[in-house]
């Protein structure tokens, strides 16, 4: 899914939705919010601001030997 100016609406894997109005008419404006730990996006309905909980990449599988590839 989409928001309005085609930038995908999904956020490491989930669908995000405005927690004010509950659209899923948003926009992710900032890779990292007010914190390292948040992203920041903009609801296009109801023109709320709202930050979200950035998800964690995966690690890197570790080989036989003990380092990381």
Known sequence: MSGAAGI???????EVNCPWCDSDQVEQVGM???????????CTACHTPF???RSRRP????SPDGDAR
């Open 8 to 14: 995908p609406t999904t956020h490491g894997g989930e």
């Open 32 to 42: 990292v919010g007010p914190t390292v730990m948040t992203s920041s996006w903009v």
């Open 51 to 53: 930050e979200r909980i």
């Open 59 to 62: 690690r890197p599988a570790a």
